[in-house]
Each structure stands twice: as structure tokens, then as C-alpha cells.
């Protein structure tokens, strides 16, 4: 069974009466450092060898994540094992030669290539897989994309120009016998790719290359990782770059596409200010998309339920819970129900004992209602419950933002209240909003409309938006980007700096040099139960590694430990 094992394979132990899973990292014997304090008396044989587990040229990336992130290697581990228990690895698979394309986007990805790759800004609609397909000249490449539906078209695509393409995870063992292109999402930063050239990922601002589970890993960052470690190019592509490459990737090597009329769709600025009715969110140019039966329309609203802040219409006391002083909304029966605590009251205010409430804030059920009456048709609210089968592109929708990744296509995107995430009090505010407006325009497309209603009507991605023509709409969003990297580096906030939060710390973590402790909030878990958040920061991610791990090691209770998480 030894002979059969190496590093990566997945095995089974009897450990304490029962039978346990693993990886095994390393192997040696006693002369071997690093196992010369292991007694033969504690050895425990193998039982079985379960899978194929972890690539072994992998694992010691993994541990770099582990300890990078702060968090149990098993968890990597899990994520970088391979789907299948058998991996079988037959003869390499290669397409035929395609003939390179002379557009603007591959040009790029060429010099980019001979540069030792860097950060390659692409306008929404215009087409990343190009990129791909410009690199797999080169040799094989392991690409990553945001979700799998752009795994599949992005495949049938490059399959249509001649490539070989293995898809992840169901392609695993294709790749692992060698193919032209490799492409997943998050987890295919640990696919095999043989003889890999190159590693390209798509949308790399995207929030879904996050791991949810702890450690928090940044597929991006892994990627860039594993190319170093290889020696090979690492090429990052994006409309809205992040502010971490952005700062990390050298100026001659970031390259923009040349301007071009069909890489972003019409913009229309809406300012909610200027409503007569100052609460409403239905404007004019709303309405009149709404009323043309032949548009697919989407309203986009980050805001569930009927009414999200309401105040008394007599008194305008707001609805709080009195539990926990948590504002009340107001669900689809009429019933006030909290948030937090899932407290229900009936709707009745506290201070007059009136029973009208305005809504100051209107939900996606409310709405639904108000869009289908001014507009005289059929608008529908999609929710999670919502049928996919049900969704015909000839009604108007109105829903949360899960709604552009639920439709492929519409004539018209109207973000009813953008304000609700370009001022929301986290630092990801504006990166959360330009992937949104990304997203939308490759819903609508270079013939759609994108429609942005907003109070702020003096911030400086509005002005961007509103004051650039189509094809200097790009240019516009980065020098906003480049502007906000100066003003982070001015306040010292990341990606200047390196943070971490904390959780489940009975007590305020000790003071080191170099390091900065800040409450930042409480997290309601239970009833009677909140846990501080601390937040962490340091200059350089090595100190603030450093010190994670020797607070672990240090306090008695379990903390979770996210460092730069992408909503702050």
C-alpha cells in the first residue's frame, strides 16, 4: 500500500476506535528532516487509500494558503481534492492549430505573455475568452471564470476555434492527462493542467472567487501564487480591475484595450432628488421602458419584502423592535417582523397607537405591486422560490441583484436605488457597485440600456458614468479606480494595508507593535448571544499572519479569522 501512496493521495486510519480520512503531506523516515521526532511506537498503519486527493506538486501550495489565510489546512485540502476517487491519466489530448486573431484583445495577450503576463483591462462586451484562446498559443492554459454557466459557454466557444478544453470538476481526469485549456471556476485554481504556459483568470474583481469557508482564500491571489511557483505567466483580466492588482501589478504591466464604441452599453442617469413624490423610486424613464411591451425589463433592488423602514404616518416615529432596537419591516401579510430576532408585532405604532405607517424605504413586494399599476403590465417579482422554467423574457422583473445572474438577457437593467450599495459603509462600496454595473451591461448588451437611479448624483462614479460618452466610459471608470488607489494610500486603508476580523474573542486581543485593534461591531448569533468583531490591521501580511497565529495559540476559546475579506 505504501508503494501505491504519494503525496496528495487521500487515506483512511483507525484512529481511537474509528476510522478517519486524510492527505498525506509529506513523506520520509527518520532520517528525514522533519521526522526525526515521530516514535515508531506512534505510528499508525494505513488501512486504505481512499481517492486520488491533492495533485502532489500542489500540496506544498497549499499549506502557503493555509497559512496565509489563517486557517486548518484540511479545509484546502477538502477544496483541492479531486472529485472522483480514481483520477485515470491517458495520453495527451491537443488541438489543431489555430490560426492567431489579430484583434486588439489577443494582440494584448500576447505582449502581456512575452512580458511575463500582468493585468489586461477588457470592456464587458467585449469578449475575454479571446484572451484564453490568444494564450493557448503558447501551450496549455489553466483559466478560471467567476461562475460554471461561463465555464460552458467560455468552453463551447474555445472548442468551436479548435481547442481541447477539460471543464472543472467533471473533467478532471481529462485534464490531469493533458489538454489545451483547463477551465473552472474558484476551486479549478487547484485542477491539473500539464505542461501549464500559462494561467489566466477572468473577471478577477469578481466577489465569487472568495472562499466562503474558512480560510477565506482569493482564487486570484492562489493563482498568482502557483504561476510564480511554476515560473509561468499569470495574467489577470478585468473591466474593474481590483485595488489590490491594481497596486501589486507594475504600471508597464497593465495594458489597456484601445477605445472602441461597443465595449459598454448607453447609460442613463435618473436623479431621485428631483422626484416630485421624494420617496418614490418610480421615475419617468422608468416608466416608459416599463410601458414598451416588446422590452424585457429588469429593476434591480437590493431590498426584500414590503416595506423596509417605516415610520407612522401621524407621529413619523420610526418602527423599531423592542428587543433589540432593530428597525421593523414590514412582511407580505402586513405583520412588523425584525431581522434580527425574527420578533413579529402587529403593525401598530408604539407611540400614538396609529396603525398607517409610511414607507420611507419600499421592498421588492411593494414595488412589484406599484411598477404593475403605473405601467399597466404584467411586472413580476423573482425570488428564490421563483421557478427558473416560469421566467418569460417577454415580462418585466423586478428583484435583488440575483436577478442579472438568473436572466441571460434583457433590453433594459434599472437599478432602482443604486445609492444602496455606491454608500454603503463598507470600504468594498465602490467595487461592489462596478461589478454590478459589469454585469448588467453584459445582460443587456451593446443595443441595451442601463438606467442608474440615485440621490448622489455628485459622486464621482456618476459623474463617470454620466459625463463619458460609450466608448470612453472605460477610460472614465480608471481613472476613478486610480484616483481611489491614491486616496486608500493617503488613509493607510487597504490594499495599503493588510486586515484581518476577528471573532469569538471573550476579551480584546493583546497589543503588538505594528499592529492596530479596533471594534468594529457586534454579530447577533443568538438571542441572548453577540460577539464582538475586532478588526486587525497591519502594513505588512506577514506581521499580520504572524501575529493571527500566535493569538490562536494563546487564547483558550475558537476564533474565526477572516483576513481581507471582500465586504469590510
Given amino acids: 500500500m505504501v508503494q501505491t501512496t504519494q503525496v496528495g493521495t487521500k487515506v483512511r486510519v483507525n484512529l481511537h476506535g474509528r476510522r478517519v480520512g486524510g492527505w498525506v503531506v509529506a513523506i520520509g523516515d527518520s532520517s528525514t528532516p522533519g521526522f526525526d521526532s515521530a516514535h515508531e511506537s506512534k505510528l499508525i498503519p494505513l488501512v486504505s487509500v481512499s481517492g486520488a486527493g491533492v495533485e502532489p506538486y500542489l500540496v506544498d501550495l497549499v499549506t502557503w494558503v493555509a497559512t496565509m489565510w489563517c486557517g486548518p489546512i484540511r479545509a484546502v485540502l477538502s477544496s483541492a481534492t479531486a472529485p472522483a476517487v480514481r483520477v485515470s491519466r491517458g495520453s495527451p489530448q491537443r488541438g489543431r492549430s489555430v490560426k492567431p486573431t489579430d484583434d486588439s484583445v489577443a494582440a494584448s495577450t500576447r505582449l502581456l505573455i512575452e512580458q511575463g503576463g500582468g493585468l489586461l483591462v477588457v470592456p464587458p462586451l467585449q469578449s475575454a475568452i479571446s484572451v484564453i484562446a490568444a494564450a493557448a498559443q503558447s501551450g496549455p492554459v489553466l483559466a ?64 465569487s472567487y472568495w472562499e466562503e469557508r474558512v480560510p477565506t482564500w482569493n482564487a486570484p491571489e492562489v493563482a498568482r501564487e502557483r504561476a510564480r511557483r511554476a515560473g509561468v505567466s499569470y495574467i489577470a483580466v478585468s473591466s474593474v480591475p481590483s485595488l489590490r492588482t491594481l497596486s501589486t501589478v507594475s504600471p508597464e504591466h497593465i495594458h489597456e484595450t484601445p477605445v472602441t464604441v461597443n465595449g459598454w452599453p448607453q447609460f442613463v442617469v435618473e436623479d431621485l432628488s428631483a422626484q416630485s413624490v421624494k420617496t418614490s423610486l418610480v421615475t419617468t424613464s422608468l416608466v416608459q421602458e416599463l410601458r414598451d411591451p416588446k422590452k424585457t425589463v429588469l429593476a434591480i433592488l437590493n431590498t426584500t ?20 432596537a432593530t428597525v421593523l419591516a414590514q412582511d407580505q401579510v402586513g405583520v412588523l417582523r425584525c431581522g434580527v430576532c425574527d420578533t413579529a ?67 433594459v437593467v434599472v437599478f432602482l436605488d443604486i445609492d444602496a450599495e455606491l454608500m454603503a459603509p463598507r470600504l468594498s462600496a465602490l467595487a461592489d457597485t462596478l461589478a454590478l454595473l459589469v454585469r448588467a451591461a453584459r445582460v443587456v448588451g451593446i443595443h441595451g440600456r442601463i438606467i442608474v437611479q440615485t440621490r448622489a448624483i455628485d459622486h464621482p462614479l456618476i459623474q463617470a458614468i454620466q459625463k463619458a460618452d460609450a466608448p470612453h466610459v472605460q477610460e472614465a471608470i480608471m481613472l476613478l479606480l486610480r484616483s481611489e488607489a491614491v ?49 486587525i490591521k497591519s502594513e505588512l501580511r506577514n506581521d499580520l499572519v504572524t501575529y493571527l497565529v500566535q493569538l490562536r495559540q494563546t487564547v483558550s476559546e475558537k476564533i474565526r479569522v477572516r483576513i481581507d475579506p471582500p465586504r469590510m
Fill in 144 to 207: 478560471l471564470c467567476p461562475t460554471i454557466r461561463m465555464c460552458i459557454l467560455g468552453a463551447a466557444s474555445l472548442r468551436r476555434r479548435g481547442l481541447v478544453v477539460a471543464v472543472m470538476p467533471d473533467d478532471w481526469s481529462r485534464a490531469a492527462s493533458g489538454v489545451d485549456v483547463v477551465i473552472g471556476a474558484r476551486s479549478g485554481v487547484w485542477a491539473p493542467c500539464v505542461g501549464m504556459a500559462s494561467i489566466v483568470v477572468i473577471d478577477e474583481h469578481d466577489e
Fill in 305 to 324: 419584502g414590503s416595506g423596509r423602514l417605516l415610520a407612522c404616518k401621524q407621529c413619523r416615529t420610526i418602527a423599531k423592535c423592542s428587543t433589540c
Fill in 345 to 411: 408585532v402587529p403593525a401598530v405604532c408604539h407611540a400614538c397607537g396609529r396603525t398607517v405607517f409610511s414607507v420611507l424605504r419600499a421592498g421588492t413586494a411593494q414595488l412589484q405591486g406599484e411598477l404593475s399599476a403605473t405601467a399597466a403590465r404584467t411586472v413580476v417579482e423573482v425570488t428564490k422560490e421563483t421557478s427558473l422554467d416560469k421566467l418569460d423574457l417577454s415580462c418585466a422583473y423586478v428583484g435583488t441583484e440575483a436577478l442579472l445572474y438568473r436572466v441571460s438577457s434583457a433590453d
Fill in 487 to 535: 486616496r486608500r494610500r493617503s488613509m493607510a486603508l487597504p490594499p495599503v494595508t493588510y486586515c484581518s476580523l476577528v471573532e469569538g474573542l471573550v476579551s480584546e486581543p493583546p497589543h503588538a507593535p505594528g499592529i492596530q485593534i479596533a471594534t468594529v461591531g457586534n454579530i447577533k448569533k443568538k438571542q441572548d448571544d453577540a460577539a464582538i468583531v475586532y478588526l
